[in-house]
């Protein structure tokens, strides 16, 4: 098999708005709340276009406190699937509580993805709106992208390697340092 190069995507905040309470993000609860970030098609088309797969690695954890339920969130995978060239989801449903591998800021979302798919990590990059993923994709070993949305919480532990406004410049990026 092929060694493969990907970019990793947070859901919320990246490829869909994120619902704002008290300036913190949350996802959206279904279809009703989801909005697709509007330069999200043709970014990510770039990015398939420089040959990455595309993987979104998003934590779910309102289905673990009972606040969502797992059939919403894969409703909203579907639907982002249908309207974007995305090639996988990997999801976490669990909440910090359960001291998981695969919740981010843990890399374990990432890991099982790449041995499913042959993804070299340090040839790979993780974009993300908040300090779970910069964090995640940094102890994976990917380059790492901060979609800044001026979020009232903690900052990550890692430096992201480039802070951006948008998924469209996040890819441009991605792209030229590829």
């Not at 060239?85 to 099982?112: E, I, M, N, Q, W």
Request: hydrophobic content about 40%; aromatic content about 6%; overall charge negative.
């Amino acid at each position: 098999m092929n060694v493969r190069r990907a970019v990793f995507l947070d859901r919320d905040g990246v490829l869909n708005e994120p619902v704002l309470r008290d300036g913190r993000p949350y996802p959206p609860s279904g279809l009703h709340e989801l909005t697709i970030v509007p330069d999200a098609e043709p970014a990510l088309a770039r990015l398939k276009q420089c040959g990455f797969l595309l993987v979104v690695v998003t934590n779910q954890p309102d289905v673990a406190r009972g606040t969502s339920m797992q059939a919403d969130v894969e409703r909203i995978h579907r639907h982002l699937a249908s309207h974007l060239p995305l090639d996988d989801f990997f999801t976490c449903y669990h909440d910090d509580s359960a001291r998981c591998d695969c919740r981010k800021p843990l890399p374990g979302l990432l890991v099982k993805a790449a041995a499913q798919y042959g993804i070299d990590l340090a040839k790979s990059y993780m974009v993300g709106d908040r300090w779970r993923d910069i964090d995640a994709g940094s102890a994976a070993g990917c380059g790492t992208v901060l979609i800044d949305r001026h979020y009232n919480e903690r900052k990550s532990t890692a430096k992201p390697d480039c802070v951006v406004e948008s998924l469209a410049e996040a890819c441009d990026w991605i792209c030229a340092t590829a």
